[in-house]
């Protein structure tokens, strides 16, 4: 591992503050430190990327074994060839060559990717979504649970008979949000309850009011879990189906399925949501990184000595860009 | 009122969210730090290694998203030097190669401190950049050393004794993926799916939302999204990192931010409402 003689460790440090300055002054406006910072920018990576890509890949992955090994590995020149082949896009009368080297990478990216991706992505992620909405574990069948399953669908086949024939048309959307959240709630409740008291025996309960053992009290955590790991699931459900819904063009997306296609909408403006939270994160983490490398590695250990050659060098730059500027504007006069 | 939020200069903005980052970096607040499962998921899992296992570390994300991404490799390289595994770097981006270098310097000298001397080569090693997308992944799949060739130095990897015994990348026990684009999702299909390495992601903020899936999917053992996940592995190995200090500047700048989101609708509505009432006269 390479080391950094100070000098050279410093000189770095006030290279990247000063270009660092001069990229936030666009903030203010644009100028002619930002034009600077924005060229060396471009100037020095396209450098950089091009050693690094001789240094790691060509020489050592080309060159050598072709050239400097022995035997030589001539299978090696087939795909060099084929990458000299790509610069013919360069002229225009033999641009078509190109397109030999572009039909096999195309082509053998095109076989290998398939089947890993239908494996990968499509089966995995479809695999992902269909699983079993309730956890079998948190439950057992007796007559609490089975009473209030049935009161709970009771509830939902309600709801749906209401809204099919739309009797309550007239009830506004304030009132019919009432009632379809109210619904809702009970069912959470329903569900809550029905694990609970297929857990609880009414010796447990007696238990727990007169001789306050609790020990089944973390029965309510559990069905708290139960609920909540379905909740999940069917948050999942519907937003895949309704999602996939919105960009179902075949069928007019209006009355019921248009709420579907609403909530399609609600579910991506969620994700919108928290890939935006997320960006401003990254974003604000990124300003925060620069500020800390302002303040912790530039100006706390910077020296009297190294703040004069650093402003005077600032100073002769924004003399040659003013003077810049005026025989630009002079010879735009004349 | 409206007037006076609607002439608010955006350069007054942009001195309130500096302002906002420098303070809490002087006087730092100390704010606690919750640990998710998805961050405990990668701890674990690198935690459960024994001495002496391997470890690829991916170092693919560029110097643009080094603030975010550097301390998730400064924690993840102490954490694996420190339970002595074995630590080989590689990056399918030209960038990452330089930011891989950057973080075994400053590791190799935190450990030197210490008095533990690491031994490049031995208990670490730096593939550099190796280009070809999934060609590569596919190659070191079958033969790690054949397709990387040399290390970043120029160096023959069959010299290096990190990688004695290592054919596969099936050799390797885990593999850690610092990225700040996509490239998860190549090692996801060719090194998870074909060869079945245990991957853990460490990516930038903007890259987490959509990697949820493959965690769902069960192809990732973990996330440590953006600054908040990386001062939640460093509140796991005990220490206030970049991350965490940065943690307090994040915390006031959201909170700065929904101000404005507050300040920009209120505004909106009162505009609205105004323009109403003007129509109706």
């Known amino acids: 591992m390479s080391a950094y003689a100070p000098w050279a460790t410093t000189l770095g440090i006030w290279i990247a503050a000063g270009i660092t300055l001069a990229v936030y002054s666009f903030l203010y406006k644009d ?39 022995s035997p ?23 641009s078509w060559i190109s397109r030999i080297s572009l039909a096999f990478v195309i082509g053998w990216t095109s076989g290998v990717a398939a089947p890993v991706v239908i494996q990968g992505s499509l089966i995995r992620h479809m695999g992902s979504t269909i699983i079993p909405l309730f956890r ?24 749906l008979y209401l809204v099919q ?30 694990v609970f008291f297929s857990r609880v025996t009414v010796g447990d309960v007696y238990n727990y009011i007169f001789r306050g053992d609790r020990s089944k009290l973390d029965l309510f955590n559990k069905s708290v879990d139960a609920f909540m790991s379905t909740f999940y699931l069917l948050v999942i459900l519907v937003g895949v189906i309704t999602v996939l819904f919105y960009f179902f063009y075949s069928i007019e997306h209006k ?56 402003l005077g060098v600032f100073a002769v730059l924004a003399v040659l860009f003013l003077l810049q500027d005026r025989s630009r504007r002079s010879s735009e006069t004349e | 009122m409206l007037k006076f939020l609607s002439r608010i200069d955006r350069r007054v903005i942009y001195l309130l969210m500096a302002v906002a980052i420098i303070i809490p970096i002087l006087v730092p607040l100390n704010l606690p730090v919750q640990i998710t499962k998805e961050v405990r ?11 002496g296992s391997r470890i690829l570390v991916v170092f693919d994300y560029e110097p643009a998203s080094q603030p975010e991404v550097e301390p998730m490799a400064i924690a993840v390289m102490r954490h694996c030097l420190s339970k002595n595994l074995k630590v080989v770097a590689i990056s399918y981006l030209q960038l990452g190669r330089g930011n891989a270098e950057i973080v075994f ?64 990348l099936n050799d390797f026990k885990y593999l850690a993926c610092l990225h700040d684009d996509s490239s998860i999702s190549y090692w996801i299909l060719y090194a998870y799916e074909i060869v079945g390495i245990k991957i853990g992601s460490f990516c930038t903020a903007v890259m987490a939302p959509g990697i949820y899936a493959n965690l769902d999917a069960g192809q990732l053992t973990g996330i440590v999204g953006g600054l908040k996940g990386a001062s939640e592995y460093e509140k796991l190995l005990n220490y206030r990192g970049s991350a965490t200090i940065g943690m307090d500047s994040q915390t006031i700048i959201h909170m700065l931010i929904v101000i404005f989101i507050l300040i920009g609708n209120f505004s909106y509505l009162l505009k609205e409402r105004r323009l109403k009432k003007e129509q109706f006269l």
Request: charge should be positive; glycine fraction near 10%.
């Open chain 2, 105 to 168: 310097n400053m590791i190799q000298k935190e450990f030197e401190k210490k008095g533990r001397i690491l031994k490049y080569g031995e208990d670490i090693a730096n593939m550099g950049f190796k280009p070809g997308y999934s060609a590569m992944i596919l190659g070191l799949g079958k033969d790690f050393k054949g397709t990387c060739v040399t290390d970043y130095m120029g160096k023959d990897v069959y010299s290096l004794p990190i990688l004695k015994d290592v054919e596969g």
């Open chain 1, 72 to 94: 030589p590995v001539y299978m090696i020149l087939l795909p060099g060839i084929m990458g000299l082949m790509m610069y013919t896009r360069f002229f225009k009368k033999v």
């Open chain 1, 31 to 69: 100028n002619p430190f930002y034009k600077l910072a924005e060229h060396l920018y471009i100037g020095v990576s396209t450098g950089y990327l091009l050693v690094i890509a001789w240094q790691d890949a060509i020489y050592p992955q080309f060159i050598v074994p072709v050239f400097f090994q």
């Open chain 1, 255 to 310: 009355k019921i399925l248009k709420g579907v296609a609403k909530t399609g909408i609600i579910f991506q403006m969620l994700f919108f949501g928290a890939a935006f939270g997320y960006t401003v994160m990254g974003r604000v983490s990124l300003a925060i990184g620069r500020m800390r490398f302002l303040i912790i590695d530039w100006i706390k250990p910077s020296t009297g000595f190294q703040w004069i050659i650093g």
């Open chain 1, 136 to 159: 079998l574990e948190f439950f057992s069948l007796n007559i609490w649970s089975i009473l209030f399953g049935i009161l709970a669908l009771g509830f939902w086949a309600a709801l």
């Open chain 1, 165 to 194: 024939k739309d009797k309550y048309a007239d009830w506004g959307t304030g009132r019919r949000a009432i009632l379809v959240s109210g619904v809702i709630l009970f069912t959470i409740l329903f569900f809550v309850a029905a």
């Open chain 2, 41 to 51: 998921g990668v701890y674990d899992e690198i935690d459960r290694l024994p001495a």
